[in-house]
């Protein structure tokens, strides 16, 4: 993007993304990779994948990983990051209940990316790089809100194309987020989101999860959803 020049603005409303390396033991690490290939080979649903899009195991029967007790350290790990990012963004966390709603590992082989998509159900979503390289492609993040467009559709890459705008921070329609291996990436759940496709020759593996807020005391709140020991099953 265009460098911006000294002007009196004044950026309002950004998206907060919490990155951060977690230190998981490497054999460790290939150990997990390795149970993730066998569940690749257990899958129940190879009709959903299609050629260009990475393997998923939340449409292939595996979405509820953290019930696999290889994965209790990782998960340990990826709890401490979820509870810094809720602090980071101003959450009173004593206030609050964090639920693993559900998690899943994704492959994505040469030639193939995730599609952009948003995880509506949950609140809080993560992505941890259990395998990358550095050359592979970045996470993407796509602006839907246009918060500086005057038009609609105005700063899409299509105008862009025809010298309309010059692409800076004010009009972004997306952000490019560099990520590594070892490297969690957690952001709001209603935020869309994609993959650039990947180049190399070198498997790119995640374990994804979503995660919802539950109010430990929802007697003056609205917002969030109420404690689950008070629901009734009908």
């Known amino acids: ?23 998981l033991a490497e054999n460790e690490r290939i150990e997990l990779i390795n149970d993730v290939y066998f569940q690749e080979k257990q899958s129940k649903n190879m009709k959903h994948k299609s050629r260009s ?22 998960f340990s790990l990826i709890s401490k990051e979820i509870t810094e990012y809720v602090k980071a963004i101003g959450i009173n966390s004593d206030k609050i209940d964090l639920y693993y709603q559900r998690a899943w590992a994704t492959i994505s082989r040469k030639g193939e990316n995730i599609a952009m998509h948003s995880h509506n159900q ?38 862009y194309q025809e010298n309309l705008f010059t692409p800076n921070y004010s009009n ?27 180049q190399t020759a070198d498997d790119r593996m995640s374990i994804s999860g ?14 969030l959803l109420t404690p689950v020991n008070m629901w009734k099953k009908f």
Do not use: C
């Open 122 to 159: 949950s609140h809080i979503t993560f992505a941890y790089y259990l395998k990358k390289t550095k050359d592979d492609g970045k996470l993407v993040f796509h602006n839907e809100k246009g918060q500086n467009e005057l038009s609609w559709k105005m700063f899409s890459n299509n105008l």
């Open 172 to 198: 972004a329609a997306l952000g490019h987020l560099s990520t590594e291996q070892d490297e969690i990436v957690v952001f709001p759940s209603k935020t869309q989101h994609s993959t650039i496709t990947n």
């Open 1 to 23: 993007m265009a460098k911006e020049k000294n002007q009196n603005l004044i950026h309002l409303f950004p998206l907060t993304i919490y990155k951060n390396r977690l230190g």
């Open 210 to 223: 979503d995660i919802s807020i539950i109010a430990k005391n929802s007697e003056k709140l609205e917002t």
């Open 53 to 74: 899009k990475g393997w998923t195991g939340d449409t292939q029967g595996f979405e509820f990983i953290f019930s696999n007790k290889k994965f209790n350290n990782l």
